[in-house]
């Protein structure tokens, strides 16, 4: 989703922008620009294009071989994910007012920009893009009079919908940005400062930030920053020191973060699980208010990756923890008229805790009175702030668009919180929750040998990388591995996939099967092992080319599949975790032979900020 970058200070502003933007390309982009203002002009200087950061580049190396490089103290950058309006250089942001003097960049979506267009139009502004952003920039103009925040606040009470903004003018010594929904980190410097949709674009410089809430607005200038309410009443919040390095942002000598991604999956389940069982080894220790004897129901809420984990976990929870729990779709739950109360849990799952459809279910869950648990990657992040509880899932910076370590992550905590749950409310006992343990204790290593057959899985790629479509079939616990197996397979090579329950082939999806229709099929150890058998041969009986994830040491298997990808074999509960990894290595492996561009996939975003 879009990127902003905004820079005041004595470097070379329009380079520490884009270095900043590079740092943000994770998030899904296509097209990008900068705008530049300095003491010398008295317009702006905007560059922008469709395409890549490198065709951008290009144009302004261009710019400064003809003799007229971007010079200036002040800086804005934009990634662009194209909403309203094709990705051309013209919809691309920044865009600037009729005289030149103002330039905004924006995140979200003006919910009312239709009205505004008209209304402004009517006033003779003209429009030259078919964005919903230029409203903003149109509406900040007409209330310019030498103040810049305060023509930003003016216009934005005219607003209705989600933005995260960044706005200069070449009259004004300031850098102005305002939020409401989409993310903004202000970086602090000595003499310098910066605004950007995520703290990697910050990293090299400052480690110093201070995150922007919802309706605040932020004032940059060359000693610092400053917030404020929209109403303009100062806002007082500390700096925090962000405790990743830049380094944890970069490829590791991998060729795709998404591989590199994959290989941690260990150190990430070590780090999920870590410190997080009480000393008696019976009990996860969460350090959550919540207390699960005073839940009736859980409703699970995510989006993509983190709704097949919520799979996992509404299932565990139940196992476990004996509570009924169900998962929603994130973008339909606030649209259903949830039924939900205080003794309802709604736990919001994102690796980001950006994604607007969780954030917005678990507003309509807390409005509605239910207790809220956010499940989160990303420190300090919208979810973070709304929820009840936060449980963190540590798995680090997630660069590579399609989710991998989060996923497994994810599953980890969901294990602790299950294990939680059934302690408090006496319903897993102490041998039971023992057991659980000790399997929780060997997931890391154990998801390091599954990741060492990748071999086995490339040989499997190169028969999958010729066809045009593949089925995914899962039972119980592994019914969300097929989903997130097809999803990967779907996201970064463009293959079709389709999911099913198993048992669900008979019902329709086996009329798709001939032999050109790689079936991968999870057939681990299981009390539904043999029906799965059952529906494996009848994928054989119709030709179709089954791919079987088995146990190791399951011999019998061969005998009902085209090729088996072995596994480790695991308590079934935790048999996600190891299965989803074979499912991640094919789909990228496949997206590697077909050329595909495995960390940015053609139309996606990292981090979904808008409905
Ligand atoms: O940041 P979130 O976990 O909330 O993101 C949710 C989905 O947008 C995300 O999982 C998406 O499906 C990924 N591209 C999956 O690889």
């Not at 606030?334 to 607007?356: H, K, M």
Request: aromatic letters at 4%; hydrophobic letters at 45%.
């Amino acid at each position: 989703m879009c990127g902003i970058v905004g820079y005041i200070g004595g470097r070379v502003a329009a380079d520490v922008v884009l270095d900043g933007l590079s740092r943000l390309e994770y998030r899904g982009y296509d097209s990008a620009g900068i705008v530049v203002a300095s003491a010398e002009r008295p317009e702006l200087d905007v560059v922008k294009r469709a395409g890549k950061l490198q065709v951008l580049r290009d144009a302004l190396t261009e710019r400064a071989r003809a003799g007229a490089p971007l010079r200036g103290v002040r800086a804005v950058g934009h990634t662009r994910w194209a909403t309203h309006g094709k990705p051309t250089d013209t919809n691309a942001h920044p865009h600037l007012s009729e005289d030149g003097k103002l330039g905004l960049v924006h995140n979200g979506i003006i919910e009312n920009y239709v009205a505004l267009r008209d209304e402004l139009k009517s006033r003779g502004h003209d429009f030259r893009s078919e964005t919903d952003t230029e409203v903003l920039v149109h509406l900040i103009e007409e209330q310019y009079a030498g103040d810049l925040p305060a023509a930003v606040r003016a216009a934005l009470t005219r607003v209705r919908g989600a933005y995260a903004l960044v706005v200069t003018h070449v009259d004004h010594p300031q850098v102005v940005a305002a939020r409401a929904t989409s993310p903004l980190v202000v970086g602090l410097g000595e003499g310098e400062s910066w605004v950007a949709s995520d703290v990697p674009a910050l990293l090299p410089y400052t480690k110093r930030v201070v995150y922007v809430h919802d309706g605040e607005l932020v004032v940059l200038d060359a000693s610092g920053a400053t917030l404020q309410h929209l109403d303009g009443t100062p806002v007082d919040r500390a700096a925090e020191i962000i405790e990743w390095d830049a380094d944890a942002a970069e490829k590791g000598g991998h060729p795709h973060y998404m591989l590199k991604e994959m290989l941690e999956q260990p150190d990430v389940l070590r780090r999920t699980l870590g410190g997080r069982v009480t000393p008696d080894g019976l009990d996860a220790d969460l350090e959550l208010a919540l207390d699960p004897r005073a839940v009736d129901r859980v409703v699970l809420v995510a989006a993509g990756t983190a709704s097949y984990a919520a799979t996992v976990g509404a299932a565990l929870l139940e196992r476990l923890g004996r509570v009924p729990a169900g998962v929603v779709v994130a973008s339909e739950f606030r649209y259903q008229e949830p039924v939900v109360d205080a003794r309802t849990l709604v736990v919001a799952v994102s690796q980001s805790g950006e994604t607007i459809d969780t954030l917005e279910a678990l507003r309509e869950g807390r409005r509605r009175g239910a207790r809220t648990l956010a499940i989160l990657n990303v420190k300090g992040s919208s979810l973070a702030r709304e929820a009840d509880d936060v449980l963190y899932i540590h798995a680090g910076p997630e660069i590579g668009v399609a989710s991998t370590k989060a996923y497994v992550a994810m599953l980890g905590a969901f294990a602790l919180l299950a294990l939680r749950f059934g302690r408090a409310r006496g319903t897993l006992d102490d041998a039971a929750a023992a057991a659980w343990v000790a399997g929780l204790d060997a997931l890391p290593d154990v998801v390091a040998l599954a990741l060492s057959r990748r071999p086995q899985v490339a040989a499997v790629a190169e028969r999958v990388a010729g066809a045009r479509d593949a089925l995914f079939l899962g039972r119980g616990f592994d019914v969300a591995t097929a989903y997130e197996g097809a999803l990967k397979l779907k996201e970064i090579s463009y293959l079709h996939a389709e999911a099913y329950p198993t048992g669900e082939m008979k019902h329709g999806p086996i009329a798709l099967i001939d032999r050109d229709l790689p079936v991968v099929a999870l057939a681990t150890p299981s009390p539904t092992y043999e029906k799965t058998v059952s529906n494996l041969q009848e994928v054989r009986a119709r030709d179709g080319w089954v791919v079987a994830v088995a146990g190791d040491g399951d011999t019998g298997i061969a005998e009902h599949a085209d090729a088996v990808l072995y596994v480790p074999v695991v308590a079934e509960g935790l048999a996600p975790v190891v299965n989803v990894i074979p499912m991640q290595l094919l789909a990228y492996e496949v997206a590697v032979r077909l050329g595909r561009d495995v960390d940015q996939p053609r139309n996606l975003a990292k981090s979904v900020t808008v409905e």
